[in-house]
């Protein structure tokens, strides 16, 4: 564990995606092996229990595995030779039958593969518990009246209850985005030196098959050592993830800032303070995750920059792809993690939204105004002439009522009853409650699936 990952991380997947892990992932990809050649006659079966035996990650020295495969070009070479030295301690003749048929590619893709599908269902867990949090923000907050806000400026009003729905909806959508690109990921690699798999003679589709099965992996047509589009398509989807997850955070840091305080991250002893401020209420979780959403593109970028691999087998691209895949999913769990937090904890003033909502005056719902005058002199003039008593509200710091009041042209199509309501922002959020209610009962579909 390195001193930063209680902060960016998520102790679930992190303890997923550890060295000791991708090795035990490596071990368990030689065992599938070695069970899958003796089904299809190829190894004796007694082997494999000499191999099961070997396959504890406990006794090997990840430090000297490093080291060794600093010359070696990768980790498995020095593995599979490990591997093969116990097995022969105990029985020489099954040391012959380590690694039977396989490359170096087979067994480190084959493993990050299994990393990726246990770490990967913490994140989709983790997003399924920060869209259900969105939900039910959404579902108390339905009628909580506050200002829309469009390129950081009020626009119209809308609910805090749609806003919490968008959140949702976004976050079912990333799930389900990851969800897709990993039931295709999931795939065995088995092709040996140069995918035909001759080393495995005529038998070599019969112990892909029987070698997915022992996973729980699909089997793929043909291998894909230098085909890397369904990691590249899950990198993509963790990507965008990290994204919408920043997005919320983004929105989340700055409702709550000092001079806007319609919501905040939850408080306690601790959390969020100041080395010199002692007043000072930080949002650590939305900068945890907006950190996550600056550095993923970049990591994303590499796994797409890495899909133009050579002829067979890659040189560089492949490579680049061991430590950049894991990272993503560490990144993309941390953020998650950070986002459930967030939203199931979050402390919302519901009168401070109120109060901003009618901080302009009435003329944040100028627009409402417009269309009912619009009804009277068309869609353009109306605009014109509320477009000019807005500014003359602000220039003068009055509400726009005052001044539609003192507009005949106003006033003589519409009563003062009827501008009031129409710069009631209760009165002016449109569909905002039958698209909330559409968005729950898609949230609440896509729970189930």
Known sequence: M???DPLFGDPEADALLTDARYIASMLEVEVALARAAAKAGMIPARSVSAIEKCADVS?????ALAAEAGNAGNIAIPLVRLLTECVARNDAESARYVHWGATSQDVLDTALVLQLRDATGVIVRRLAQASDAADSLAERYAGAVMPGRTWLRHATPISFGLK???WMAALDRARERIRESLSRALTLQLGGAS?????LGERGGNVAAAMAAELGLAVPDLPWHAHRDRLASLACALGIATGTMGKIA?????LGQTEIGEAFEAASDGRGGSSTMPHKRNPVGASVVLGAAVRAPALVATMLAALTQEH?????GWQAEWETMPELARVTAGAARHTAEMLAGLEVDVERMRENADITGGVSLAESVSMALAKHVGKSEAHRMIEQASRLALSEHRSLSDVLAEMPDVTGHLSATEIARCLDPEHYLGSAAR???????EHARSMKR
């Open 2 to 4: 390195t001193l930063l």
């Open 435 to 441: 698209f909330l209610s559409a968005a729950r009962e």
């Open 59 to 63: 006794g090997y020295d990840l430090a």
């Open 312 to 316: 067979e087998r890659g040189l560089g």
């Open 195 to 199: 995918g035909t798999l001759a080393s």
């Open 164 to 166: 919490a729905a968008g």
């Open 250 to 254: 983004r929105d989340l840091s700055l």
